[in-house]
């Protein structure tokens, strides 16, 4: 399936910046973080329905209704049977039976596999050079449990000596208690961990709450005092702290 939190982006002021130093580790979000899928989910939910039977759905539309149904769910997205729910909630009124009763199971297969996914341009250079900083790394997403095997298979789980998933924890961010316990396995006080995502929300507004220092990534806005437009700045802006 999809991605288990809608984009969002805020123009906040808030005054806080990125730090430059006092930063041991580094953690990620995922999706339209690290990865974003390589065409859109209207484009195959769109495909699959057709090769079912179900032809001249428009991928536009489909789009609208998925991210209008995630949008509605608060994002949090943890197992196969809320993502059962989210494509039958998207194609209803559009056919019949619902996915859920036909071709569901290819739907989840399909973003399961990894080359649905492409890897941002700045994600590797940014892993290696943290990491050669002597930044640890982890990932803390939102996601179900298709996600370790899919960064194995894309080659990015051995860059995170810590990969906390809400599928498997049993809360979503901004929840605390994952940005707690993801302090905890690295052994370190939240105030030197720094949480990057997508999500204004659940990424920022979340880390914040839990201690971390944090900075929203927005690919398609200027950087700003809590916002990159590159995980690249933060390879200027990081350094590590003995």
């Avoid at 005054?15 to 953690?27: C, D, H, M, N, Y």
């Avoid at 050079?129 to 996601?143: D, P, T, V, Y």
């Avoid at 901004?174 to 052994?187: L, N, V």
């Avoid at 950087?223 to 802006?237: F, N, P, Y």
Wanted: net charge negative; with cysteine.
């Amino acid at each position: 399936m999809g991605l288990p939190s809608a984009r969002t982006e805020d123009e906040s002021n808030a005054a806080v910046s990125l730090p430059a130093g006092k930063i041991k580790a580094v953690t990620f979000d995922v999706g339209h973080t690290l990865i974003e899928p390589r065409d859109s989910v209207g484009n195959i939910y769109a495909e699959i329905a057709s090769r079912h039977g179900r032809p001249g759905l428009s991928p536009a539309e489909l789009d609208r209704r998925f991210l209008k149904v995630l949008q509605a769910r608060g994002g949090a997205v943890n197992t196969r049977a809320d993502w059962e729910e989210i494509a039958d909630d998207t194609f209803a009124g559009l056919i019949d039976p619902p996915p859920s009763q036909s071709f569901f199971p290819e739907l989840f297969e399909r973003f399961a596999q990894a080359t649905e996914w492409r890897i941002y341009d700045d994600v590797l250079p940014t892993l290696e050079a943290l990491a050669l900083r002597g930044i640890r790394l982890g990932i803390i997403s939102n996601w179900d449990d298709r996600l370790r095997p899919l960064l194995t298979a894309l080659g990015l789980a051995s860059h995170f000596e810590v990969t906390m998933i809400s599928a498997e924890f049993g809360c979503s961010k901004p929840a605390r208690e994952i940005f707690d316990s993801t302090a905890k396995q690295f052994q370190l006080s939240p105030t030197v961990i720094l949480h990057v995502g997508d999500n204004w929300s659940a990424d920022v507004e979340g880390a914040r709450a839990a201690g971390f220092q944090a900075c929203q990534i927005a690919r398609s806005s200027p950087a700003g005092a809590d916002r990159v437009a590159s995980l690249l700045e933060l390879v200027d802006r990081v350094t590590s702290v003995d």
